[in-house]
């Protein structure tokens, strides 16, 4: 039975024309076995004509008439819901060719436009594949209604008709969509490689894409290995994709993303992995502690507009207002509700978002995870920005320092360590000093004791330590403090933390130039020694710091090199290898940037 659901005649009444009046008819089981075919897309109600036919067996569905009645943007919305839920294979079109012949081409032509419409966009947002799209064409301009009605019709004349060759429609698999397999290395740059989606299945999924060795070796200001590093034109890692981190690319949605892990071969980690570093300082925090270390990133950047001077292209600053501005946000909140948006979509949640002190910049907070996907969600925090900005015409740069005489950027890590889904550096009670446990103290006093070596993991770049200033909420000193905001290490009771209790701590030192695998790994590494010696925690300072009784972190990359040269505690967390390449880079760095001195201001290119 065919049943006239949504517009048509004139003196219908639309109110009772919506097809989910029909529901005790197609649930008395008397016709339960019935067929029955709701007409014109049930429009305007076409939500709900899909929601019947994927809830009853009996319900079918046609969108003659809706098609070529409706506008163009009213007849591809009308079976874009229809498709919303419905099975393909109780869609049909029927062109009702009602009053005059010409409605029976229009309608001939026209579906065949807006079906080519939804099930294009269909493709390219990954719900459909070219060749199950061609099938799927089929299916509802032919067979569905020559299988419903039984039509006495060779169904290999429809299926022979106009089929796209299979080198074809492989072709055009390849062509549809990219999958960026993106990597960080030793410099803290963010990296890609890009093969076609059919090539990532069939062959990089299991042997990975070949990468030089050397690239493993790169500077900030060459894309060529440093000396000493150990890298060099000899040799070859495989980038592996960790399929767990594959993505749909929010602003770019025919591709996807995928981390890649750095392998000797498949299933051979090799020793200049980023990532690998950090898994096996996690393993031994969790063999050894039976701990896991959450990390959450506030990722300060700013963004920057083009402005072309006698023919010299400069960035400037997009908005000048100050710290919390609700007008920068305004003037911004495009842009960031379409980051939040995309960040949502690949499961990443944003807790706040601010304007920052510096002109032109913002702070972005993630929420806090296990390190190693925190590690994760950061780069793809940074490629989301960062794209999203270029899409308007934007440059978002997440630089320690874009300008000498405005405040620098941060990455904020909040740390803290959990034992079976509970938060042990917080302390159980509030009788405990700091409220912190135990085991926080001595993490965090490994932490502190080591902060001046960690630094050239943490904050890698020479323009990294003209934003560690006095004075600038960026911690210079030595010391830790209770919601000290000058403080390099600062105890912190968000919002929610029982009185007394401190659920976490902040690392200042921490930016956005830095590789979160290896600063994650190092700060790991100098938390153990802290838990194995049980280092005692100093007493906090809880006031501006007195730099005549504390201790000034190093000043430069120089001085925290040479700190990192003393450290006799890294080598079983980083392998010596990696560490030998790291320090070879920040060498070659520190040449550069004091040989040219304006060569840091190229770095918004590139972090």
Same mark, same amino acid.
């Not at 740059?189 to 093969?195: A, D, I, M």
């Not at 059919?198 to 990975?208: A, E, H, L, P, S």
């Not at 032109?360 to 900005?389: M, P, W």
């Not at 912190?492 to 979160?516: M, Q, R, V, W, Y």
């Given at each position: 039975?065919?049943?006239?659901?949504?517009?048509?005649?004139?003196?219908?009444?639309?109110?009772?024309?919506?097809?989910?009046?029909?529901?005790?008819?197609?649930?008395?089981?008397?016709?339960?076995?019935?067929?029955?075919?709701?007409?014109?897309?049930?429009?305007?109600?076409?939500?709900?004509?899909?929601?019947?036919?994927?809830?009853?067996?009996?319900?079918?569905?046609?969108?003659?008439?809706?098609?070529?009645?409706?506008?163009?943007?009213?007849?591809?919305?009308?079976?874009?819901?229809?498709?919303?839920?419905?099975?393909?294979?109780?869609?049909?079109?029927?062109?009702?060719?009602?009053?005059?012949?010409?409605?029976?081409?229009?309608?001939?032509?026209?579906?065949?436009?807006?079906?080519?419409?939804?099930?294009?966009?269909?493709?390219?947002?990954?719900?459909?594949?070219?060749?199950?799209?061609?099938?799927?064409?089929?299916?509802?301009?032919?067979?569905?209604?020559?299988?419903?009605?039984?039509?006495?019709?060779?169904?290999?004349?429809?299926?022979?008709?106009?089929?796209?060759?299979?080198?074809?429609?492989?072709?055009?698999?390849?062509?549809?969509?990219?999958?960026?397999?993106?990597?960080?290395?030793?410099?803290?740059?963010?990296?890609?490689?890009?093969?076609?989606?059919?090539?990532?299945?069939?062959?990089?999924?299991?042997?990975?894409?070949?990468?030089?060795?050397?690239?493993?070796?790169?500077?900030?200001?060459?894309?060529?290995?440093?000396?000493?590093?150990?890298?060099?034109?000899?040799?070859?890692?495989?980038?592996?994709?960790?399929?767990?981190?594959?993505?749909?690319?929010?602003?770019?949605?025919?591709?996807?993303?995928?981390?890649?892990?750095?392998?000797?071969? !498949?299933?051979?980690?090799?020793? #200049? &992995?980023?990532?690998? /570093?950090?898994?096996? $300082? %996690?393993? +031994? =925090?969790?063999?050894?502690?039976?701990?896991?270390?959450?990390?959450?990133?506030?990722?300060?950047?700013?963004?920057?507009?083009?402005?072309?001077?006698?023919?010299?292209?400069?960035?400037? !600053?997009?908005?000048?207002?100050? #710290? &919390?501005?609700?007008? /920068?946000?305004?003037? $911004? %909140?495009? +842009? =960031?509700?379409?980051?939040?948006?995309?960040?949502?979509?690949?499961?990443?949640?944003?807790?706040?978002?601010?304007?920052?002190?510096?002109?032109?910049?913002?702070?972005?907070?993630?929420?806090?995870?296990?390190?190693?996907?925190?590690?994760?969600?950061?780069?793809?925090?940074?490629?989301?920005?960062?794209?999203?900005?270029?899409?308007?015409?934007?440059?978002?740069?997440?630089?320690?320092?874009?300008?000498?005489?405005?405040?620098?950027?941060?990455?904020?890590?909040?740390?803290?360590?959990?034992?079976?889904?509970?938060?042990?550096?917080?302390?159980?009670?509030?009788?405990?000093?700091?409220?912190?446990?135990?085991?926080?103290?001595?993490?965090?006093?490994?932490?502190?004791?080591?902060?001046?070596?960690?630094?050239?993991?943490?904050?890698?770049?020479?323009?990294?330590?003209?934003?560690?200033?006095?004075?600038?909420?960026?911690?210079?000193?030595?010391?830790?403090?209770?919601?000290?905001?000058?403080?390099?290490?600062?105890?912190?009771?968000?919002?929610?933390?029982?009185?007394?209790?401190?659920?976490?701590?902040?690392?200042?030192?921490?930016?956005?130039?830095?590789?979160?695998?290896?600063?994650?790994?190092?700060?790991?590494?100098?938390?153990?020694?802290?838990?194995?010696?049980?280092?005692?925690?100093?007493?906090?300072?809880?006031?501006?710091?007195?730099?005549?009784?504390?201790?000034?972190?190093?000043?430069?990359?120089?001085?925290?090199?040479?700190?990192?040269?003393?450290?006799?505690?890294?080598?079983?967390?980083?392998?010596?290898?990696?560490?030998?390449?790291?320090?070879?880079?920040?060498?070659?760095?520190?040449?550069?940037?004091?040989?040219?001195?304006?060569?840091?201001?190229?770095?918004?290119?590139?972090?």
């Amino acid at each position: 039975m065919q049943i006239h659901t949504g517009f048509g005649d004139k003196d219908l009444d639309m109110r009772l024309s919506n097809p989910l009046h029909l529901r005790s008819v197609f649930e008395d089981k008397r016709y339960s076995k019935s067929r029955i075919v709701l007409l014109h897309a049930s429009y305007p109600f076409s939500r709900e004509a899909s929601y019947l036919a994927s809830v009853y067996s009996q319900v079918f569905l046609d969108f003659g008439l809706a098609i070529p009645k409706l506008s163009v943007h009213g007849m591809i919305s009308s079976l874009k819901e229809l498709l919303d839920l419905a099975p393909i294979n109780k869609v049909m079109f029927s062109t009702d060719g009602y009053a005059f012949p010409e409605t029976y081409y229009l309608g001939a032509k026209k579906s065949r436009e807006v079906v080519f419409s939804v099930l294009r966009d269909s493709c390219i947002d990954g719900d459909l594949s070219v060749s199950e799209a061609v099938e799927a064409a089929k299916d509802i301009l032919a067979r569905n209604a020559i299988n419903f009605y039984k039509i006495n019709i060779s169904k290999s004349a429809v299926s022979a008709h106009n089929i796209l060759p299979l080198n074809v429609i492989d072709d055009l698999e390849s062509d549809i969509s990219f999958v960026r397999i993106i990597w960080v290395d030793n410099s803290g740059q963010q990296r890609c490689r890009v093969v076609p989606k059919k090539r990532f299945n069939d062959v990089v999924t299991k042997n990975g894409v070949g990468l030089a060795f050397a690239v493993m070796g790169m500077t900030s200001f060459l894309d060529g290995p440093a000396a000493g590093s150990g890298l060099g034109a000899v040799g070859e890692a495989r980038l592996t994709p960790d399929l767990s981190t594959k993505r749909p690319i929010p602003w770019s949605k025919k591709d996807e993303m995928v981390l890649g892990d750095l392998n000797v071969q !498949p299933g051979q980690a090799w020793e #200049y &992995c980023p990532r690998e /570093a950090l898994r096996r $300082a %996690s393993k +031994i =925090l969790k063999d050894e502690f039976d701990l896991v270390m959450n990390a959450g990133f506030e990722n300060e950047f700013f963004l920057l507009k083009s402005l072309t001077r006698e023919g010299i292209e400069e960035w400037i !600053p997009f908005d000048s207002s100050h #710290y &919390c501005s609700s007008s /920068a946000f305004d003037a $911004a %909140s495009t +842009i =960031l509700q379409e980051v939040a948006s995309a960040l949502h979509s690949i499961g990443i949640q944003v807790e706040q978002l601010h304007a920052e002190a510096g002109k032109g910049q913002f702070e972005l907070v993630v929420e806090h995870s296990v390190c190693t996907k925190a590690a994760d969600n950061l780069v793809y925090t940074h490629e989301t920005v960062r794209a999203i900005a270029r899409k308007h015409g934007l440059l978002a740069t997440f630089i320690p320092k874009y300008k000498l005489d405005d405040m620098g950027s941060g990455s904020h890590v909040h740390l803290s360590l959990w034992q079976n889904g509970r938060n042990v550096f917080m302390a159980s009670d509030g009788s405990s000093k700091y409220g912190i446990s135990t085991l926080g103290k001595e993490f965090m006093a490994g932490v502190l004791h080591h902060l001046p070596s960690i630094l050239p993991f943490i904050a890698p770049l020479p323009i990294s330590y003209d934003r560690l200033q006095p004075n600038t909420w960026s911690g210079a000193y030595l010391f830790w403090g209770n919601e000290n905001k000058e403080a390099p290490l600062r105890a912190s009771s968000p919002p929610g933390i029982p009185n007394g209790l401190t659920s976490n701590f902040e690392i200042k030192s921490f930016d956005g130039s830095a590789n979160p695998y290896l600063g994650l790994a190092a700060i790991l590494a100098a938390g153990i020694d802290g838990l194995r010696k049980h280092l005692s925690l100093p007493e906090p300072v809880d006031t501006d710091p007195n730099p005549e009784n504390l201790q000034r972190l190093p000043k430069s990359l120089s001085e925290s090199l040479e700190a990192l040269d003393k450290a006799d505690f890294l080598e079983e967390f980083i392998d010596v290898k990696l560490l030998t390449t790291i320090k070879a880079i920040r060498k070659a760095e520190i040449d550069h940037y004091l040989e040219n001195k304006e060569a840091h201001k190229q770095l918004i290119h590139r972090y």
